[in-house]
């Protein structure tokens, strides 16, 4: 089994090498992806396992970065709070950042609709267990800028805070007054203060993005953040407010960013595509 | 407070326009020529394939493909580069055949072009002076970045210059490459033997040879010492020297290409710089002036 401490080299190995060259492991990855595909999450993971036994942590980073997003979601998910995965702890921020576009594949509007704290405690679940898999800070650090640096990233961190708009608002007020080093503590300890903090400390972009998904009509220094009123408060919509977004909204919206199928595959065109050569 | 105004307006329009002439990018107008032409389908799909494909590729190697944002930026990137390719092609002016070039050869094709150009530009000298870190990959990459930014950004709905910054850009880097080569010819044939140095101060470098010159025909100076220009200005003081003579003799010398570049010196130093070193200034002025905004970083200061 892997130690949370031999990520942090790992990782540092990883950044030199650059992204795992796709020819290794092609057949690890097949297995692996087969077994998720299969719905055998834990025969996948039994695999992974080996894999790192027999070729070392580095080779399991190389065949998570060689999976389809979707199915490094897929197995992902499978894996969250109480059950620890190796995948968990190695896979690539980039990775983990393109397998989050495909979260919300699953949820229907009829589940959005009925049972939306269950969609929200289970993407919290998954991207806590992402984030705070290790000690490794300069992973977190990775990690969250990966995540936000997509767009769907950033609404998926949006719908966890979202749940705690209140703290959300008097977190980013006490950022700006004080600086994020020096805010912390909020009126009520919400599950997600921890993200945010981290997100706002070594992040500050990613940071706004945030407060920016959440609050769409948001004008820094022209209005002020406010949390949606349980009454509702269509009429009184002023100016001087920028409305928080609602769960349910950013729900639909990580639902409606899942990347479809290409609509029309490009035909075969006279010409050969030059790839990468354009640069050349 | 109104009639100010009015008179302000009365006078501005009176005056004379700057002759400036906009247009879209050159990539709108094809395919405005496009919606023109009959049967048009098959080649708009066409290009819309090639045009989203190299939106994606620029957006990962530039931007972020992963944000709305990023692929917005990479779009307006690919309009821009398309548009500098067809502008720097050698085909007429006219919307028609600039859709039959783009058609002909293909977006991505065009995009290349455009690209290389942008390259080419890049691998001119910024400026007269060359450090050993135009040479490292790391800088040069990024400064290919910023000149493709500043270049082939182009908004659809707006007019763009990106092809008249193109042009001036390049003049201004031909000149400075042609000042680059010269003090570099003048390096190799220093008297005392090529000066090896990785930094390059190509002005400085023109300027100590020019003046040199002035004594009359002798060995080619590409950098001095101070106290060799002190025992030049005591010599010309001395017994005035015929300028045009010596500085005829180091033409003659210099290939005829490097020729327009020494000339130009030789008419800006005439009457300053020249002058000043046969006055009666100060030799210590003179000194200060030649290190201050002549000879520069070429000249050794210290004396041994």
Known sequence: MSHPDRTSWIYSIHARTGMADNSNFPAISRQVTELVLAGSTAHAEEAINDTAEQFGDLAVVAVLNTLEPQVAAMHLSAFDGGKLSLATMLISPKAWAGSLAFFAATWGEDKIEDEPEVLTESLFAHIHGIVFSTDDAERRTKLIHEALATDWGTTAFAVLFSTATREIIELAHDVHARGAHSSGSTTSDHDVIPLALEIARNDSDAWDRVLFEMFPDWQPGENQLKARSEEGDDDERHHEYALARTTHELLLRLRKQVPGKASSTPKKGIRPSLGEDIFA | ?304
């Not at chain 2, 790391?138 to 193109?166: H, M, N």
């Not at chain 2, 040879?209 to 005591?234: H, M, N």
């Open chain 2, 1 to 304: 407070m109104r009639n100010q105004y009015s008179q302000q307006v009365n006078e501005n329009s009176a005056m004379q326009l700057a002759h400036i002439t906009t247009h879209p990018p050159h990539l709108v107008s094809a395919l405005e020529a496009l919606a023109r032409r009959a049967d048009n389908q098959e080649a708009a799909q066409t290009l819309l394939d090639e045009l989203s494909g190299i939106t994606v590729l620029v957006a990962k190697k530039f931007t972020n493909e992963r944000t709305a944002d990023g692929l917005l930026d990479a779009f307006h990137l690919t309009v821009g580069c398309i548009s500098l390719g067809i502008s720097q092609a050698n085909i007429p002016q006219d919307d028609d055949a600039q859709l039959s070039f783009l058609l002909h050869h293909g977006a991505e094709y065009v995009f290349q072009m455009g690209f290389r150009q942008i390259k080419e530009l890049s691998a001119l000298p910024f400026t007269a002076f060359v450090s050993e870190f135009d040479n490292d990959p790391f800088v040069q990459q990024r400064d290919i970045k910023v000149l493709f930014a500043e270049i082939c950004r182009a908004d659809p709905i707006s007019s763009w210059t990106g092809d008249e910054v193109y042009k001036r850009e390049l003049q201004e880097r031909q000149n400075n490459q042609k000042i680059v080569s010269c003090a570099k010819w003048l390096r190799q044939k220093h008297y005392a033997g090529p000066v090896k140095d990785p930094d390059l101060d190509a002005h400085a470098v023109i300027a100590i040879a020019v003046i040199f010159a002035i004594a009359g025909d002798g060995p080619i100076v590409a950098r001095a010492r101070q106290k060799d220009l002190e025992t030049l200005i005591q010599g010309v003081r001395k017994s005035p020297p015929d300028i045009d003579a010596g500085w005829d003799a180091l033409l003659k010398k210099v290939p005829s290409t490097y020729h327009p570049v020494l000339r130009e010196r030789m008419n800006e130093y005439r009457n300053t710089i020249v002058e000043k070193i046969l006055s009666n200034t100060g030799i210590k002025t003179v000194i200060t002036e030649l290190q201050n905004s002549y000879a520069g970083s070429e000249m050794e200061v210290d004396y041994d």
